[in-house]
């Protein structure tokens, strides 16, 4: 092998072992097969050797050499070398016509100088919006490109892939039944996720739409929800790009500036088809460009039929019997929504390579890299008959056996029901690939119907969708099933519906009996029973009901369900790692995965492993957002993760997702529940009247409510303990962070704590979160009550068996003998308390500890216990600061402090503890 000195002889070095046979012009891709093919492209023979060896020639020639490597590279399978900008420049001058050539020179010569362009051009149809962008994608071969018009998802779903965005999750909400603002609402989501990842790729878009589009079925909308056309749809998105793009609209963009196209000319028509056809004799090219006119896609046409010609041409392709097998074929292998044919597919479909393909033939195919093609052009694809259409997708479901869409996309073709179902079944979310199979399943045979009803229930439940159009005529037709299994079924999943919306009385009317439930059909209906006896209080009967369904055959997407709810009875019964275990074990449904995360975090953060709590949150948040979960069940994890990021001390991230949470949630119960929950924050922060404001809207809610009685009877609760709460911060004049302080007077905090804990008290309320809101009631009436009081309350409390519960008892115990100066028994009281991983516990028990070495008359012991407070958040810190800065003896401080600050010795101390002492 000789020495490789060009990059000719590399694309030919990289080509050659992939090349066999001989044909006219001898030995494949040798010089002398290069020369006779040069030669008959009109070509001359003698620049091959110079431009192989020397790169010397003419753009001319080595265009027409490179055009003959390309073919040769598309050939064998392998995706063609990029064109390098010189030939780029010479392929579009012979292209393009003056307009066009200017717009191509502008935008690629901007991208080789390194810049971004942003171009839009516009035209009507058959004005050359395609040869453009068609000319730039070969001279920047690393474009991104994207045809759009008529429904959009198809084409959007290969773009959304690559870009790894979730198309599918946004399709799904969208419904005919929405307001237009929120259908437009959604469009914007999705144009904003598509302009995030574009930007993140950092490619350049070469976008081309036609006059009007659809998505999902439904109208485009804008901002205002009023429909529009697809050139003032997609400008939002283009004015969202940081990547050089240039779009070519049919109607011009409202507001963005834009370039017009003018038709071909007759002599840029001409240059089209020498282009295309550069063996064409001149007159024969005269006589396409009158045929044609100035009309680019029909010219495009007329040269496919000239490629054509030898086997005789004819107005439809198809009708062409030498055209016809490849045209079916790609019509049946080539989906819009993944249009690469892999070549041994298409060959086995042809029967022959793809080196035995005529001329014309090649012109209806385009490289895809990968070892793929797709059409060259869609619009001339046929509609294939039945018959005929079924051997193809026959043959692509044998091809395609890993690969999910196609699977699905060939079964449905090939009138394969049987597999169609089995795939659906296996994961009912698999139905977002095919968004229009429910609406043309109407003349199935009604026993495969029902079956996909089943998947489509299935899939808009796990949405949390009960009420989508589909879901319910797809209830409907299994409540007329003539089964009664399916019958059974279809009440168990009205009644699913009915929890959702937390009407469990209505759901005990529709549930048959757990006796009668069996199979696949009893697990989901076990499930529904345990969550009725959650609401109801009796756990150990929703324990048994999920144990039932574990014992019984189910799919993977099933047993994600019922370990989800495994993970929640097991939760409620206290058995806290054996609900970690289950919660784990969640791993197929993405939108459960996500619950199940959200949950193993809210179980973690009540046993006090906080930072474990946080990373568990983040995820499920993430995979419930990114995996379209119902926009209310977002906003409740995403208030629940601000408590979590508050009781880490990250109170700047806790604001922003609680805020979100209020600002977005649309149920007035889950903003209720995030305005409460954001009440805590700011009284971490010290801003009581903040608090105040947010509480006095919850608790309105929550008192005057008649949805979920359960659920607000527990919430109304939990808020006026924490409006108590802000009386308490109000009054004693700290943020709300440990360590508290006792001793204090606050009237209506008092007031309100007495009421809850008589109501505690006297009532036997299901859940152990009555017992966390009873110790929380119980340890902030004793800051109130006089020392002796408390301690007798507080004793009440120390025999928890929960280590989480019993840390929290016995530090509140311990503040009480504290305020009495029991320093030994309160130092015993904490040294008992385990390495809880919560921020929360470890500052009190510091302060404790500190204040009964200080009690003891052991200041130096104090001072150096307070010094290990470094590892715990800043907000904390600054807390421990303030409390033990009132205590210490001022003269000790001060020598150890060492200030000049005119600020009180509190608060010099809290400063130095939370940060580099900047006040000194």
Known sequence: MGEVSTLWQAHLETLRPHLTGRDHRGKKGSLRWLEAAVAERGGRAGTVRNILYKDLGSPEEKLRLFEVICDLYTEAGLEPPPLPSELALESARRALGRDKRRLFRRFVRALEQGDKPQMVVVGGPATGK?????????????????NLGGELAPHLHPLAERLGVELEGILSQLSPTQPYALQAALQDELKNELARALNACGRPLLLRAEKEGQLGGLSLRDAQGNPVGLSAWIEPLLRRLTIPFLAGLTEPPPNLAWHPLSAPSRAEARRYVKDRLPDLPPERVEALVNQAGRNFAELSRLVLLEAAQTQGSAPNLAQDTALRPILQALAVLSPEADPGVPVPLLEKALGKGLEHLSQAERALLAPLGEGKVRPALRTLLPSVPEREARKLHLLALDYFKNDLFRQLHHAWGAGRLDRLLELLSQDPSRLALLPNLWAESKGWPSAERERLAMAVVRYRAVLGQYAHPEALEALEVLFRSADPSIQAWARVKAAEARVDAGNFPAALELLPPPEVLSGEIGAEGLLVWAAVERWQGDYAQAEAYVQQALALPIPPFLADRVRLWQGLVAKDAGR????????????????????????????????????????QMRQGLAALESSGAPPEEVARVRARFGSVLRRIGNFAEAERYLYQSIQEAADEFIRARAMSEASVLE?????PLEALELLAQAERYLREVRERPEEA???????????????WVRACGLPYLPPYVGGQRAPDAERILRELERELSTKQLPGDRYIALAIDVALKLSLLLPADQAERMMQGYLKQNDPYFQAQARLGYAETLARQGKWAEALAQVVQIGELQDPGVQAWKLGLETQALLGLGQEEAAWKKLQSSAGLPAPYRAQLGRVLGRIWPQEALRERLQTQSPLALEDCLSLRLSQAAPYT
């Open 130 to 146: 395609g040869v453009l962008l068609s000319a730039v994608q070969r001279a920047v071969p690393d474009c991104l490109m994207v």
């Open 576 to 615: 806290f790692e054996e609900a970690l275990e289950a919660l784990r074990q969640v791993s197929h449904d993405p939108l459960l995965v996500g619950r199940a995360r959200y949950q193993s975090g809210d179980l973690l953060l009540r046993i006090g492993r906080v930072y474990e709590a946080e990373a």
């Open 683 to 687: 009284l971490a922060r010290g801003r």
């Open 713 to 727: 009877h527990y919430r109304h609760r939990r808020t006026l303990y924490r409006i108590a709460v802000a009386y």
